[in-house]
C-alpha cells in the first residue's frame, strides 16, 4: 500500500503561479499527477518515473514541472502561468508499473491521493 496526501492547491488569478504537494509513504516506479475538470475525463499531467524521466502533456508542457525529493517524501507539481482552463481537482498517483514515454490512463495508476482543488481566475 501507498498513501498519498495532496496540498497547496488553492485560488490564483491567471499568469501566476503555485506548487502543489504530495507527501508519500514510499515512491514507486511511477508517480504521476492527473486532473480532473467538471465533466471531464481525468487526465495525466505529467508522469515521472524512478529513473527521473517526465512526461508533460502538451496542455502543460512549459509551464509545469513534475518533480521530487526523496528526503521529504514528496512529489510536487509547480505550475507557473497558469491559465483558467488548468482549473481542476488535482490528484497524485502512483503505480509498480513502468510509467513509459507515453501518456497513462487513470487505471494504470493503483494507488490515488484524495485530490485538491485548483482554481484559476481570469
Known amino acids: 500500500q501507498v498513501q498519498l496526501v495532496e496540498s497547496g492547491g488553492g485560488s490564483v488569478q491567471a499568469g501566476g503561479s503555485l506548487r502543489l504537494s504530495c507527501v508519500v509513504s514510499r515512491f514507486t516506479a511511477c508517480m504521476g499527477w492527473f486532473r480532473q475538470a467538471p465533466g471531464k475525463e481525468r487526465e495525466e499531467v505529467a508522469h515521472?518515473?524512478?529513473?527521473?524521466?517526465?512526461r508533460y502533456a502538451d496542455s502543460v508542457k512549459g509551464r509545469f514541472t513534475i518533480s521530487k525529493d526523496n528526503a521529504k517524501a514528496s512529489l510536487y507539481l509547480q505550475m507557473n502561468t497558469v491559465k483558467p482552463e488548468d482549473t481542476a481537482m488535482y490528484y497524485c498517483?502512483?503505480?509498480?508499473?513502468?510509467?513509459?514515454?507515453?501518456?497513462?490512463?487513470?487505471?494504470?495508476?493503483?494507488?490515488w491521493g484524495q485530490g485538491i482543488q485548483v482554481t484559476v481566475s481570469s
Open positions: 515521472l518515473d524512478r529513473d527521473g524521466d517526465t
Open positions: 498517483a502512483a503505480t509498480e508499473r513502468w510509467c513509459g514515454l507515453n501518456p497513462r490512463p487513470s487505471p494504470w495508476y493503483s494507488y
